[in-house]
């Protein structure tokens, strides 16, 4: 089934649906509301989000929802310029609702190219990637108004992303290029920064982390981005090296004092979990030399310390500072976290029983070898094991 056709399918399925504003006043006849004005006060309001402005994500919400309005409200003539036309584009890929959209694009209300884009937009808020990507990938972004450009360079990137990642992350640079300061370019870098880290591209994560923590650290998705970006970093082993792990932390190093602490210690917690020990050491000293003496923090700092020290020369300094951290400073599941490194490193120095050294003695060479990374193996499922049982005991709790 071709593009159109398949398009033509979900726009029947979506014109059942009821308008969010159903029973909004009409405008009046002859008099098409103003729609590319109503577009652009909408992105004034994203960028007051990307900035970090928390009343302005109801008032998108209610913008969108005067802007459904509008569209059930407007005669076909009103989407006859370019302006209008694009203005819809934006208005469907800032996930406005689509009811009062199908009509307009089913009767070829638009002029020729924005319906394309009008289509392909479509069809990527409704999921039908491979029709989305067809209709949207011809499109030379350059011939575009800026205001649009960065939206649909974005929409873009997504759909290319499992395709070819090194095409998506081109989209985003031109996002971030054409939309710079907005919420476009707020989300381009998150998403970019997320690739790069995938592709062991420290450099790069660095250099746009920064541009990140300098441009947007208010913003209302930087905490969750953070926290997400630390847990990446850790699980790839882009710090595991530690001239990667300077660039990363001197990256963070933009951000006010509490989110570059929260980020290193995240960062530490996930290197532990990960069994990426020399990030969890740099990355829980760096937080501890900027935690209050007594602090949960500095708790939680000393508790990621000791988890990688335990395998270290270090063991005996390990577990004395380990049994000197009180479990009231710490949340339910490092409280658990910390139990469960105590408990592996009392194991690690467990004398073996009789038995178990004629075994060991019978075995083949390569299995002292192999025993310590063996150990270590074991210590990390147990560590996974006991914060996810925590994380999903935690989720059960009223």
Known sequence: ????????????????QPSSRAGAEPHAAGEPPNFSAMSDDLQRLQTRIAEGDRSAYPAEVAELTAMAAAIAAAPPETWAGKREAGSL?????????????????????????????????????????????????PVDLSTLDVRLAGPVAFARSVLKTRRDSKAAVADLDWARLVAPGGLVEEAALRREIALLAEAHDAPRVALLTRQYATRFPASLYAPDFFHDLARRIASTGLADDPVNYRLLSDAAARLPADGRRDFVLTLARAAALNGRFDAAEAAAGEALQHSAAGSADEARGRLYLGAGRIFSDAYDAAVADLQGIASAKLDRSDAALLAAVRNVAVQLRAAPAAASVVSQAAASGDASKDGEAATITKVEDALRRTDSLVAADGSRAP
């Open 1 to 16: 089934m071709r593009p159109l056709a398949r398009l033509a399918v979900a726009l029947a399925v979506i014109a059942l």
């Open 89 to 137: 584009v934006i208005y469907m890929l800032s996930r406005g609702a689509l009811a009062p959209v199908v009509p307009v694009v089913k009767e070829d209300s638009l002029p020729v190219p924005e319906r394309a884009l009008a289509r392909g937009a479509l069809a990527y808020v409704t999921n039908h990637e491979a029709d989305a990507l067809e209709l949207l990938a």
